[in-house]
């Protein structure tokens, strides 16, 4: 009995290697390397979210805390920093989670026909496009948009649209609670998306982005004019709809009273 125990040893060892050549060959991710992508989404929102929001937390409540003790500023940047950091995770870790359901749920469309040529009833074939349309993108019913042998390492997105849908269910279910953390994340990502789409609309040829006029050097100094403007006639007519930090950032500059009555 020990003797068979120790033959069927190496025999498992060689069926474990066989599985894992399975894996590395096949045109599939190992369902242990979306586990790692998943898991490596955690620990690096986590991390970089305590990087990026000690400093600035400290910085800001130092700054402006004034009437705050110093135990209360402590607990004010601990607070700021955790929310920042388990919110961080949390989104990477749903995120790829996500991705890897999709790539699954894609996988399973392809293998039962998707929804185009099932003429079994009207019914089944209605359910089966709505449902390939909402796990592929509303595209994907047309013969060109599907590739079934297209792979991708694990953790990224087997289509455009699988990031899109991935990042909305996330972006709803962590950033859509109102902080002053997730709401400054959120104005910094849109003006950066403003900025890519632009970018993007340049580099596709969509007129007038892609006129040689509009090149970044050129309207550079315009955007920096109209936003100046706009912001400052903002701050002197309308205050009120101004963030609150920004507000109290250009009183501090444009409301400075220590000179005031020195010339009378």
């Known amino acids: ?4 125990n120790e033959t ?25 390397d979306e586990v790692a992508a998943i898991l490596s989404g955690l620990i690096g929102g986590g991390r970089y979210g305590l990087k990026i929001r000690i400093p600035h937390a400290f910085v800001m409540t130092f700054l402006f805390g004034n009437k705050l003790s110093f135990r209360r500023k402590l607990q004010v ?28 749920l ?6 039962n026909g998707g929804g185009g ?12 496009s709505v449902v390939t349309i909402i796990i592929n993108g509303p595209f994907s019913l047309s013969k060109q948009s599907i590739h079934p042998n297209r792979t991708t390492p694990a953790g990224l997105p087997q289509y455009p649209y699988h990031a899109f849908l991935a990042g909305a269910v996330g972006g709803y279910i962590v950033w859509g609670r109102y902080s002053s953390v997730n709401y400054q994340l959120i104005l910094y990502l849109a003006s950066r998306i403003l900025v890519g789409c632009i970018k993007l609309a340049r580099e596709k040829g969509i007129r007038p982005f892609s006129w040689k006029r509009l090149a970044f050097v050129n309207s550079y100094p315009y955007g920096a004019a109209v936003i100046w403007g706009t912001v400052m006639m903002l701050f002197e ?15 501090e500059i444009y409301r400075f009273a220590s000179f005031a009555g020195t010339s009378s």
Not at 1 to 4: A, H, K, S, Y
Not at 106 to 111: E, W
């Open 1 to 4: 009995m020990v003797i068979q």
């Open 8 to 32: 069927a040893l190496p025999n498992l060892i060689d069926d474990a290697t066989n599985v894992d050549n399975l894996y590395t060959n096949s045109t599939a991710t190992s369902a242990w």
């Open 77 to 104: 940047i601990a607070k700021l920093a955790a929310e920042h950091s388990i919110n961080l995770a949390s989104f990477a870790c749903l995120y790829k989670f996500l991705l890897a359901s999709l790539k699954v």
């Open 106 to 111: 894609s996988r399973l469309i392809r293998q």
């Open 117 to 128: 040529d099932d003429t079994s009833g009207i019914v089944r074939h209605l359910i089966k």
């Open 237 to 251: 007519e309308y205050p009120e709809v101004l963030h609150p930090s920004l507000r109290r950032s250009m009183d």
